[in-house]
C-alpha cells in the first residue's frame, strides 16, 4: 500500500557532469539548488543578482548584462544612507551610489563571463505578480521596502510573460547556442499574494515553462513544483511559517534532480564525497592527536589526494593537513613535558 503519490521525473536529454558549469537565478529556491551543486564541488555561478521572483526582471536582468547594458540612473535608491537599486536584491547595497554602481557593474560583468562559459542555466521562477515603480514606469525587482504608494501592483498577463520569456531566450541563444536552459516553477507559496493569485501565478508559469519546453531547443523542465505540491504533500516537510520547504523536503527534491540530470559519473562522485564530507565534520572525543585518530585523518588525507584529481580540494587538504600537524605538535610538547 502506498500512502503518498511518488514522482519520478523523466531523466533529461542532457546530462550535467562534474565538469559541468553552471549558473543559477531566480526565486530562493534557485539559492538552494546552487547551494546544494557549490557544495558538491561544481561549478556554480549561484544567483548573482540576488533573489529575483519575477520573470521580467529575470530578463531584464540577464539582457542587461550580456548586452552590456548599465543599471537605469532612475531606479538607484537610499534609505537609511544605504543606496539600493530597484532592479536587483537588497543583498546588493552600499554606502555611496557610486560603489553601489561599481559593485552591480561589476556582477553583471561576472554574470555575463559566466553565462557565455555555461553548460546550464538554471532559472527558478517565482510568482507572475510584479511592482511597477510608477516614476519610471518599469517593472522592478525588488521594492526595499520603500513606501508602497511608490508601486503598482499587478499580476502580468500571460502574453507579456511569454514574450519575456521568449526574448530571453532568444537572447541566451545568441551570447551561448551550446546553453542547456533548465526551467523549474518555484514550490515556494506567495501567500501574501493571496492563495487564490498565487495559484493563478504559478498556473500561468507552468503552462509557459511547458510551452517553452515544447517549442524551444535546448529548453528543459525539472518539476520542483510538483515534487513539493503532490509527491510531499505534508506539511512537515515545510518551515515553521509552512510556507518554504524545509531542509528535508530540499534533500528530497535535490536527490531527484540527481537522478534525473546527473551522469553516471558525477553521481558516483557524490556518492563518494557524501562520505568525505562526513569524515570532515568528525570532531574526536579525545583530542586531534590520538593514535586512531591521526590514523582516520592520514587516511582522509588520502581520499581528498585522489579526489583532488577531479577536483580543487586545496582547502579540505589544508584543514587536514593543519589537524595533523597540531596533533603532531601537541605530541611534542607532551613529550617535552615529562622532562621537564
Not at 43 to 65: E, H, Q
Not at 250 to 265: L, P, Q, R, V
Not at 269 to 294: D, M, N
Amino acid at each position: 500500500m502506498q500512502f503518498h503519490t511518488e514522482l519520478s521525473p523523466e531523466t533529461l536529454s542532457f546530462q550535467i557532469s562534474l565538469n559541468s558549469r553552471i549558473v543559477t537565478i531566480g526565486s530562493c529556491f534557485a539559492d538552494v539548488m546552487g547551494q546544494r551543486l557549490s557544495d558538491n564541488k561544481l561549478a556554480v555561478l549561484n544567483n548573482p543578482f540576488g533573489t529575483i521572483f519575477n520573470p521580467v526582471s529575470i530578463n531584464k536582468l540577464l539582457t542587461m548584462a550580456l548586452t552590456g547594458a548599465e543599471p537605469a540612473d532612475s531606479h538607484y535608491v537610499e534609505r537609511d544612507g544605504i543606496w539600493f537599486h530597484y532592479d536587483f536584491h537588497s543583498s546588493l547595497f552600499a554606502a555611496t551610489k557610486d560603489e553601489l554602481r561599481e559593485k552591480l557593474l561589476h556582477v553583471l560583468h561576472q554574470t555575463a563571463d559566466a553565462l557565455r562559459q555555461a553548460d546550464v542555466l538554471l532559472v527558478t521562477l517565482g510568482t507572475a505578480v510584479v511592482y511597477r515603480y510608477i516614476e519610471s514606469g518599469k517593472v522592478v525587482a525588488n521594492c526595499h521596502k520603500m513606501p508602497g504608494s511608490l508601486f503598482e501592483k499587478y499580476l502580468y498577463q500571460i502574453d507579456h510573460v511569454r514574450d519575456e520569456l521568449t526574448g530571453l531566450l532568444k537572447t541566451l541563444r545568441k551570447a551561448n547556442p551550446a546553453l542547456n536552459v533548465l526551467l523549474t516553477v518555484s514550490p515556494v507559496r506567495h501567500t501574501r499574494d493571496t492563495l487564490p493569485t498565487n495559484q493563478v501565478s504559478k498556473s500561468m508559469l507552468r503552462v509557459l515553462t511547458h510551452e517553452l519546453t515544447t517549442w524551444h531547443k535546448g529548453v528543459h523542465y525539472f518539476p520542483a513544483y510538483e515534487l513539493m505540491m503532490d509527491d510531499l504533500r505534508d506539511y512537515r516537510f515545510y518551515e515553521a511559517d509552512l510556507i518554504h520547504p524545509n531542509a528535508q523536503a530540499h534533500d528530497y527534491i535535490f536527490g531527484k534532480f540527481a537522478e534525473s540530470a546527473f551522469d553516471t559519473g558525477l553521481r558516483q562522485f557524490i556518492s563518494e564525497w557524501s562520505g568525505i564530507r562526513k569524515a570532515l565534520q568528525h570532531r574526536p572525543l579525545y583530542g586531534e592527536h590520538s593514535g586512531a585518530h591521526r590514523q582516520f585523518l592520514m587516511n582522509l588525507q588520502t581520499k581528498l589526494e585522489n579526489i583532488s584529481k577531479f577536483v580543487d580540494m586545496s582547502a579540505e587538504l589544508t584543514d587536514v593537513r593543519s589537524r595533523l600537524n597540531w596533533g603532531r605538535k601537541e605530541e611534542r610538547e607532551e613529550g617535552e613535558g615529562i622532562f621537564v
